[in-house]
């Protein structure tokens, strides 16, 4: 009761610093992880410079990194209540940094671990448009450090994806329309933009509206590099297929690279 004060400015604090990553009361599926965020925060007496400081980069970074994990894990499912005083202990034990290598060790092959595996990327690439999952792979290949509102947008327009739409637009196979629909709601037809373009980009062709809106050869090719877009692939409509796979591809090996997962079929193989 006597530190209450400083007890809820930590809490709110660890909720703006969430919201500064993008979650909002859809995407945070558990409010629990906000907690170990809270009690790191008001233990090492971090200020409001957790939001924007340079100094404190570092522990965004690793926060935002176990939050995602934590919630992609579901760790705070079930009865929680367990985890809390070993988290509160390596916090301590720990110095002014989030202790994300600490909690990923000590957890390891646990029913509450922070790791992750090949075949759960591959499980992870089936998510769909919508999806609290959804939002959260995405914001891994994003530095969300702004206080805006970002949307899920199908990069190619699900406008299109009908069977009526599809053969209008010239895919005259039925399998590749049917093919063309089982695949447009998953991840590598989405990507994350902020309100104000989402909506100017609406249902226009994906090819004719980029083409628009970057016509800087440099910045077009910044766009393609932020948003995993494959340089070389062809962006017509009509090669949706071959766009999706590439884009799976690229999409693979960055949450390999960003979930620390080595690119092997042998379960063994996968780390931290």
């Known amino acids: 009761e006597e530190q209450w004060e400083q007890i809820a400015d930590s809490i709110s604090l660890a909720?703006?610093?969430?919201?500064?990553?993008?979650?909002?009361?859809?995407t945070l599926t558990s409010t629990n992880a906000i907690i170990p965020i809270?009690?790191?925060?008001?233990?090492?007496?971090?200020?409001?410079d957790i939001l924007h400081s340079s100094t404190q980069e570092t522990n965004r970074n690793e926060i935002k990194q176990w939050l995602i994990r934590a919630l992609l894990k579901r760790i705070f499912g079930g009865t929680p209540d367990n985890l809390y005083p070993v988290y509160r202990q390596i916090i301590k034990e720990n110095d002014s940094?989030?202790?994300?290598?600490?909690?990923?060790?000590?957890?390891?092959?646990?029913?509450?671990?922070?790791?992750?595996?090949?075949?759960?990327?591959?499980?992870?690439?089936?998510?769909s448009y919508g999806s609290s999952f959804a939002f959260m792979l995405l914001s891994l290949f994003y530095s969300l450090n702004h206080d805006y509102e970002f949307?899920?947008?199908?990069?190619h327009p699900k406008k299109h994806f009908t069977q009526r739409k599809l053969e209008s637009l010239g895919i005259d196979s039925l399998e590749k329309r049917e093919a063309f629909i089982e695949r447009f709601n998953r991840l590598p037809n989405l990507q994350l933009l902020q309100a104000t373009p989402n909506m100017e980009k609406n249902s226009t062709m994906f090819d004719e509206w980029l083409s628009a809106a970057n016509k800087d050869p440099i910045q077009?090719?910044?766009?393609?590099?932020?948003?995993?877009?494959?340089?070389?692939?062809?962006?017509?409509?009509k090669d949706f297929i071959e766009f999706f796979d590439a884009r799976e591809n690229l999409i693979r090996t960055r949450l390999h690279h960003l979930l620390n997962?080595?690119?092997s079929t042998d379960k063994e193989d996968s780390i931290q």
């Open 15 to 26: 909720i703006r610093l969430a919201a500064h990553f993008g979650f909002d009361d859809k």
């Open 38 to 48: 809270a009690y790191f925060l008001k233990y090492h007496e971090i200020s409001e």
């Open 97 to 127: 940094i989030f202790p994300l290598p600490q909690l990923i060790e000590r957890y390891s092959g646990s029913n509450k671990s922070l790791e992750f595996h090949s075949e759960d990327i591959e499980a992870l690439l089936r998510v």
């Open 151 to 155: 949307h899920q947008d199908h990069i």
């Open 220 to 237: 077009l090719k910044q766009y393609k590099e932020l948003h995993l877009i494959p340089l070389d692939q062809s962006l017509a409509f």
């Open 261 to 263: 997962v080595k690119q």
